[in-house]
């Protein structure tokens, strides 16, 4: 899982506990002053590290430095470098999964760019240009988080010309995309209503059919429900991820699979990670480390989802390597149905000293799990496994760039994490890049409600939001267990919100408890009541900015944000326990009872824990339809026109270092350098040249 609970741009990361009163709220809240609609870059050479390299539309681009990686030995670099270009050769396989015609898409628009020779002043071609930013950022044409499609701020005539001049120019392109492909590529791009979202969750629709992801065709949410349910046996207490790695689609009248493999969908992508993950190999750490290795590549050669299981349990059991990786199928976000999961790779090495915090919460937690608020029958009776650490992002690829997550905890499968365990992870240098991004902008003047609260969120939210991820990641993904013969999937279209809110509830449930402070992780009881505050803020108000006029609330961790502060709301108004109030015609979060708030969170837990133990699609369905979708618009519009005032980007991501191999007189590699100098749309060119196997040249 992903740990998105706040925003994926918003995380500061627990490094040096005396600078915090440096950090303030908006670090935490997407914060980063941006005082014009763009921005040069601006890289300090010394300290790259959050530096702004683009900024258009509601996106910022950063920056992140990899510190450490100079100091590690030579196999260490050849590793990472190995599983680098594994990572990026996987490009294509997203941004196919993301839309049938993205690929075509991205050719075209680039190539327009690319071989455009008028004024680049004209108000077309600088629109275009955002539109284009916009694609790259979102591996297709639709926004990265709210999944809707992007609209073009330029003419279609305009763009009409310029494919000509395009096609004229580059004969090779117009050869290797039909005319077919083009006229489905301009209505994907100027018909509002043709494929308008990637990801559909709208109660009551047919999530497969109003979905323009590319991971259905041909068939229904019903369809599709009946194929998997009749392949699945209750009774098997290991069930594989069904439609992990698959396209479903109907031939002949019946519904089948199309797998993810060598020599099936996405082949000569899955060929080239295949390729340098056997270069990576002889540079393995640990025989087990190695082991895993060969059972991904085993994995991505036949497809068989039972050695995926193999691969992730030797990669959770292997705890004790600098340098690790993931590289696949992971994450099912961009699945309406929440089971094909997306491509995705991260490549990091461990912060050793950053890494002491995690290990505290991790050899607690069959503490933690003791004591949790759920009804007993649905804890873990013993917790397996769990490791956690602080980790350096070396590349993030696929549906981890540029947008990335700050946190992870895998495996997604609940029986290898009950019995095997689970990993977690804090990605330090991301979350350092937001720090270093993030500098005071009104944000506290303008929504936090008084001067103490200020005080409280100066002095203390700078640990206490990373204390709150690290329980997440560490523990609350891990927590609880399903009864006996419960589908894994068995909420269904709701299962990834209803997932982050369990783990959320837990982290906020415990960061309350005073064994916080006796494992010296906390040093003052009410630290807790900083997080508090800014988390009932973001989901009663603030994130609202997210979200354009007369939208539900429909991305996950968004959802669970609000599921959380709403039902506290409601359920506290008999004790007062939180209130929105009004000061100078402004709307602002009132927190009366810290200690209540902790039980409400405690209860919540219980039953979103019952929910998911016992698969009871219909309370959480009515839990989330309540609770996490609908805007209150008279809201709505204060926060946007609140927000508007301080030009905050709501949605930030990043370019990647580039590894350069050193070559010695006999060519031999004697050490990989990193460099952090190339640009967005450079990046993004030089990607499609070199790691763009899918597409037809």
Same mark, same amino acid.
């Given at each position: 899982m992903w740990n998105?609970?706040?925003? !994926? *741009? &918003?995380? !500061? *990361?627990?490094?040096?506990?005396?600078?915090?009163?440096?950090?303030i709220i908006a670090a935490a809240l997407c914060a980063a002053a941006i005082t014009s609609s763009t921005m040069a870059n601006h890289l300090d050479p010394n300290n790259p590290s959050g530096t702004i390299v683009d900024r258009f539309a509601d996106i910022e681009v950063l920056r992140y430095t990899v510190p450490g990686f100079n100091e590690l030995s030579l196999d260490r670099k050849l590793f990472i470098y190995y599983l680098t270009e594994a990572a990026l050769a996987g490009r294509d396989i997203l941004w196919d999964q993301n839309g049938k015609y993205n690929l075509a898409l991205r050719q075209i628009a680039e190539g327009v760019y690319r071989n455009y020779s008028g004024d680049r002043n004209d108000k077309d071609f600088k629109a275009f240009e955002t539109y284009l930013k916009q694609i790259e950022f979102g591996n297709g044409?639709?926004?990265h988080y709210s999944t809707d499609k992007f609209t073009p701020g330029f003419t279609q005539k305009w763009f009409e010309g310029q494919l000509a001049d395009l096609m004229k120019k580059q004969p090779a392109l117009a050869s290797a995309i039909s005319p077919e492909e083009t006229r489905m590529v301009m209505r994907l791009m100027f018909d509002p209503s043709f494929m308008p979202k990637r990801v559909n969750q709208a109660e009551g629709a047919d999530l497969i059919l109003t979905s323009a992801n590319n991971m259905y065709e041909g068939v229904t949410q019903k369809e599709v429900e009946d194929y998997f349910n009749a392949k699945k046996d209750p009774a098997d207490k290991t069930p594989v991820s069904y439609g992990l790695n698959t396209k479903v689609v109907k031939e002949n009248g019946k519904v089948k699979e199309l797998p993810y493999k060598i020599g099936g969908l996405y082949s000569p992508a899955i060929e080239r990670i295949v390729e340098n993950l056997n270069k990576a190999l002889p540079y393995a750490e640990t025989e087990l480390q190695r082991n895993s290795i060969l059972e991904?590549?085993?994995f991505y050669t036949t497809g068989d989802l039972r050695t995926f299981d193999n691969y992730s349990i030797l990669w959770t059991e292997d705890t004790t390597p600098i340098v690790d990786f993931i590289n696949g199928f992971i994450e099912s976000y961009g699945d309406p149905l929440g089971m094909t999961g997306s491509w995705e790779s991260i490549v990091n090495f461990k912060n050793t000293k950053a890494s002491e915090r995690t290990e505290t919460i991790s050899n607690a937690a069959q503490w933690f799990e003791d004591r949790s608020p759920v009804d007993p029958r649905f804890r873990k009776p013993e917790v397996k496994g769990v490791s956690a650490k602080v980790i350096n992002a070396a590349i993030l690829a696929g549906d981890a760039y540029p947008s990335t997550p700050i946190g992870i905890n895998l495996p997604n499968a609940n029986w290898i994490r009950a019995a095997h365990g689970s990993k977690s992870v804090t990605i330090e240098n991301i979350t350092q890049a937001y720090d270093d991004a993030s500098h005071g902008n009104g944000f506290? &003047?303008?929504?936090?409600?008084?001067? !103490? *609260?200020c005080e409280l969120l100066d002095k203390y939210l700078f640990i206490t939001d990373n204390l709150h991820t690290d329980l997440h990641e560490c523990l609350g993904h891990g927590s609880g267990r399903l009864l006996p013969g419960v589908d894994p999937d068995a909420l269904k279209a709701h299962g990834s919100t209803l997932e982050e809110?369990?783990?959320?509830?837990?982290?906020?449930?415990?960061?309350?408890? !005073?064994?916080m402070l006796e494992l010296g992780l906390l040093d003052n009881p009410d630290a807790y009541k900083a997080e508090y505050y800014k988390y009932m803020l973001n989901g009663l108000m603030t994130q609202l900015m997210r979200i354009e006029p007369?939208?539900?609330?429909e991305e996950a961790h968004m959802r669970n944000r609000k599921l959380i502060a709403e039902w506290a709301l409601e359920h506290g108004k008999k004790d007062n326990v939180v209130e929105m109030v009004k000061k100078n015609g402004k709307t602002?979060?009132?927190?009366?009872?810290?200690?209540?708030?902790r039980e409400l969170f405690g209860e919540l837990l219980a039953e979103i824990q019952r929910i998911k133990s016992e698969g009871d699609y219909e309370a959480g369905a009515r839990l989330v339809e309540q609770y996490a979708v609908k805007v209150d618009p008279q809201l709505h519009r204060e926060v946007l026109d609140r927000y508007a005032k301080l030009s905050i980007a709501p949605y930030k991501g990043f370019v990647n270092p580039v590894y350069t191999p050193v070559l010695d007189d006999k060519g031999r590699i004697t050490d990989i350098s990193v460099t952090y100098e190339e640009d967005y749309l450079p990046q993004m060119f030089r990607y499609s040249d070199n790691y763009s196997p899918l597409t037809r040249k």
């Open positions: 998105n609970t706040r925003c !994926p *741009t &918003e995380k !500061p *990361t627990t490094k040096d506990i005396t600078q915090m009163a440096k950090r044409a639709y926004h991904l590549i085993k506290n &003047e303008e929504f936090v409600i008084d001067k !103490p *609260t809110t369990r783990a959320d509830l837990f982290a906020l449930y415990y960061l309350a408890d !005073p064994h007369g939208k539900d609330v602002y979060v009132k927190i009366n009872d810290y200690r209540r708030l």
